[in-house]
């Protein structure tokens, strides 16, 4: 027999009729990586005694459209005029360069990256990462490092390489697309190879997907060979699409459809297909009359498809999806992502909420059990997997603990509700994947982190710098970031 923990806690979020419970002064019981029980009064042998004490124990968070990377927000969600455009690939950039980063300093972007996910109780993740610092995109290697460091740490994981056959760029005036189908082609295949090699590894916790980029940075051909390769492979496919309006004129230019249509006529939407942001459908605000009418979130619904929701950087990029419910009256999924550092996803449900809110004009909207779902059960169901997302005998023994005494949270209504509205992720003090303690006292405790800060920093810095040198006017940090405030 395997060690048996119990964990008690002023309220454990169990599971019961296909859906959450709350059991105040409740229990969970583990041994090793699987729960045996959530309730009371557990009666069976118990070697580790951990008394949370008024805190919150929760099911981990499932991010799938989490960010393995710094985040770029910080530096490019406010340029304009050509300054933005200075952040696209140079003509000359495009035509001559490099990697910006060693395969030492692109390790630690990701064991950085992954140990601040998990930090913020997200036990599940399917990554992204940016493309601007590579030589074209992801490739093997990059997602087998990856795999590495997920591996070290403790996290689950859906993981495979980008790829693409369009690359933007600038000529100094416009956004453009520089397209090479056969560099896709080859990202398409090292991305297969490694959802044979990868799938179910790591003891269960990495398994594989295909993922490749934005839309409009396909050709039709390798969208179709995704689709007919992840039916193969029986893997999840995630595409962003419908998530700007350049991307938006592409498609209908290249195609006569609006994206989400398209998708629908080349067979690409089923279950499994994962729609992050999916905001640039007729009758948003911001949706203009030219590009037609029709119902895109309907198209989705019959297909099954799950459409990803991340607040964080929509917000950041002056975008948004305007009603969360109305996604959902429709039949669609919606599932919560960070893809944002930090990956803060209690951030993301208040941020929802209030994004809602506001663009809707109706109080009760996104309600705070909704969109705890959409970051537990909801992402669970979309792949397939009983055993995520819930705190019931049988399931993944993965959970955090999130403290209740803080003095910024003030007294607790309702778990769910204090949880979204008054809570943080810097709240969480305890993380177990699997079974496995990954934090502890707010502490990650399966790997060495004690640099990571000053890496962090120091890696920024250089990508930040990186710009100078892809800029088509060859601008120094400062003047293509300059500061928010004069330096003295």
């Known amino acids: 027999m395997g060690q048996t923990t119990r964990v008690r806690a002023a309220f454990v979020i169990g599971y019961e009729n296909g859906d959450h419970c709350i059991w105040p002064r409740g229990e969970l019981v583990h041994e090793d990586g699987l729960i045996v029980f959530v309730g009371r009064g557990y009666a069976g042998r118990v070697d580790v005694e951990i008394d949370a004490g008024n805190a919150i124990v929760s099911p981990g968070f499932i991010d799938l459209n989490a960010l393995a990377d ?20 140079s003509e000359e950039y ?10 030492e300093e692109e390790l630690f972007r990701r064991q950085f990256a992954v140990s601040q996910l998990v930090r913020n109780g997200i036990t599940t993740i399917m990554p992204i990462a940016a493309e601007t610092y590579k030589p074209w995109c992801e490739d093997y290697a990059d997602m087998a490092q990856l795999a590495s460091a997920v591996t070290d740490l403790g996290l689950r994981a859906y993981l495979g390489p980008s ?14 697309l520089h397209e090479d189908e056969d560099r896709g082609l080859d990202g398409l295949a090292q991305a297969i190879r490694f959802c044979r090699d990868y799938e179910d590894t790591a003891g269960g916790l990495v398994r594989t997907a295909l993922l490749p980029a934005r839309i409009e940075t396909q050709t039709e051909l390798t969208l179709k060979m995704t689709r007919e390769a992840a039916d193969e492979l029986g893997v999840p496919v995630r595409l962003h699409a419908a998530q700007g309006l350049f991307e938006v004129g592409e498609i209908v230019a290249r195609t006569g459809l609006r994206p989400i249509p398209y998708l629908e006529s080349i067979g690409f939407l089923k279950e499994k297909t994962f729609i992050p942001h999916a905001w640039t459908v007729p009758g ?14 309907r198209i989705l619904a019959e297909h099954g498809a799950t459409v990803i929701f991340c607040p964080i950087p929509t917000a950041h990029y002056g975008v948004c999806m305007e009603d969360f419910d109305a996604y959902r009256a429709k039949g669609v999924r919606v599932v919560l992502g960070t893809d944002s550092a930090p990956p803060n996803m209690i951030r993301a449900m208040d941020l929802a909420m209030g994004m809602t809110k506001a663009s809707t004009g109706d109080r009760t909207s996104a309600r705070a059990e909704d969109l705890y779902r959409a970051a537990t059960l909801d992402p669970a169901n979309a792949l397939g997997r009983d055993d995520l ?46 079974g496995r303690t990954v934090v502890e006292d707010k502490r990650i405790v399966t790997v060495d982190t004690g640099s990571y800060a000053e890496r962090a920093q120091r890696f920024l810095e250089k990508y930040m710098a990186s710009f100078s040198v892809s800029d088509f006017k060859k601008r120094p940090t400062q003047e293509l970031f300059p500061s928010s405030f004069p330096l003295r």
């Open 163 to 176: 790829y693409r056959t369009h690359v933007p760029y600038t000529d100094g005036t416009a956004s453009l």
């Open 389 to 434: 997302g819930r705190l019931a005998a049988g399931a993944q023994a993965d959970y955090f603990v999130l403290d209740l005494d803080g003095t910024h949270i003030g007294p607790h209504g309702d778990p769910i509700r204090t949880l979204v509205m008054n809570c943080d992720g810097r709240d969480i003090t305890r993380v177990v994947v699997a």
């Open 284 to 297: 948003h605000r911001h949706m203009p009359e030219r590009y037609g009418q029709g119902d895109d979130v």
């Open 70 to 89: 710094v985040d770029h927000a910080i530096f490019d969600s406010w340029p304009t005029g050509d300054r933005r455009t200075g952040l696209a690939w």
């Open 94 to 103: 495009l035509a001559d360069h490099g990697p910006v980063f060693t395969e």
